[in-house]
Structures are given as C-alpha cells and as structure tokens.
C-alpha cells in the first residue's frame, strides 16, 4: 500500500511569486484535504477535493486554490505569496469525505522571504 | 472560544509515569473524535480514533463524553519514544465538507 506523497518537501519563495504544491493520495483514498500548518499551531483546514471538485472550505483567501485530477492525486496553489505563508502545507486522503481518519503525507516546508 | 481546546504544554514526565490529556470542543454535533501524534517537523499520524465506549490500544486508553464536549488520552508506562506532539482533533460537517478541525497540541517530553 502506498502511502500519501508530497512534493517537494521544502521550498523557498519571495513575496508576490506563485507555488504549486502537489500530493499524491494513498492508494485507495478518493478524497484529499489540503491544511496549512504554521509555527507551534496545529494544522487549519484549507480545503477539500473530491471527485475531482472542491467539497468545502476554511477560512482562506481565493488566492490559495487547488485542483483534483481523476487518479485523486491533488495540487494546491498560492497565488501573490504573503509572509505570513510561511508554514508547513499537508495533505492528507481518506477513503471518502466522511468520518474516515486521514491520513498525512510529510509535508512541504514553503518559506517566504 | 476555540473550537478545539487542549491542555497547555509542555508535560515532562519520567519514564515510566503515566500521563493523561484533555480537550475539550466546542461544537455539539461534531462526529468523530481522534488523536494524533506529530513529531518534530514530521507529519501528524493517527494515533486512535476515539468512541463513546472509550477504546483502547496497548498502552493508550481514549475517552470520550460527548454530553461535556470532553476527550482524553491516558498514556501508560511512558516510554523515551512516546516524546512527541499530541493533537486532539474533531471531525466534523462545516464549511461545506467534513473536515477535521485540531487543537494547537500538547508537547510531551519523557525524561529518562
């Protein structure tokens, strides 16, 4: 069973770039949840993708978008990066957008300067 | 308040002590309830999933009383490798999708 993969897994950006981010779903999982984790929090939901559509959303901007393709693999996109973007960026799949544990790929480190 | 409320950190503890976690959340008609374990610039990793009956795994018991809004962790015989971050974390309907909403994370040291 392959588990969920991140890449890259660091990155360093400067203010007003763009990234993508992208994560491939443990295989078997359908759903992918994206979550920004930032120094000493724990991670805040950015959103869901299901079936290849967005299935809900936290507080973020419209400037962090993502998309799902149909072997659920997912990317994540910030737009006009910001300081404050500096964090840690999870993904995490599940079998189904329900109450289903999910389960996290390491991580891409993402800083801004 | 915070949707999800966990003990403030750090605890050291020696090996060997037992040691127990509390979170509390705040939204009623959340539906699943879990622990996990994060270490040091790792990824958060699922450490029990958490029912009303109260579960157990090994060295770790989980609690859950859903008529306080309350959730516990009870760790037994720490060990050295037990040292890590302990997330609570809700599941729950909101923002148009089920999603999991965690706590900020009690850091646990054991001290040899």
């Known amino acids: 069973e392959t588990g969920v993969t991140q890449s890259p897994t660091h990155l360093i950006k400067t203010r007003g770039q763009q990234v993508t981010l992208r994560c491939s779903s443990q295989?078997?999982?359908?759903?992918v949840s994206w979550y920004q984790q930032a120094l000493g929090q724990g991670p805040q939901f950015i959103f869901q993708?299901?079936?290849?559509?967005?299935?809900g959303r936290g507080n973020f901007p419209p400037r962090f978008s993502g998309l799902q393709f149909p072997n659920y693999s997912s990317e994540l996109n910030v737009n006009a990066l910001e300081l404050d973007d500096s964090a840690l960026y999870l993904c995490?799949?599940?079998?189904?957008?329900?109450?289903?544990?999910?389960?996290f790929g390491d991580g891409t480190r993402l800083s801004i300067l | 308040r915070k949707e999800v409320e966990q003990d403030p950190g750090p605890f050291n503890v020696p090996e060997g002590a037992t040691v127990a976690f509390n979170c509390t959340y705040s939204?009623?008609?959340?539906?699943?309830f879990f622990w996990y374990r994060q270490d040091c610039r790792k990824e958060p990793k699922l450490l029990m999933s958490?029912?009303?009956s109260g579960n157990e795994d090994g060295r770790f018991t989980a609690q859950l009383n859903r008529a306080s809004q309350y959730i516990s962790l009870l760790i037994r015989d720490s060990k050295l490798s037990d040292s890590a971050t302990y997330l609570c974390?809700?599941?729950?309907?909101?923002?148009?999708?089920?999603?999991?909403?965690f706590g900020k994370g009690t850091k646990l040291s054991v001290i040899p």
């Open positions: 993708y299901y079936r290849e559509e967005e299935n």
């Open positions: 995490a799949s599940s079998l189904a957008p329900s109450n289903q544990p999910q389960h």
């Open positions: 958490v029912y009303s």
């Open positions: 974390v809700v599941g729950g309907s909101g923002a148009g999708s089920y999603q999991l909403t």
């Open positions: 939204n009623s008609a959340s539906q699943s």
């Open positions: 295989s078997g999982h359908n759903t």
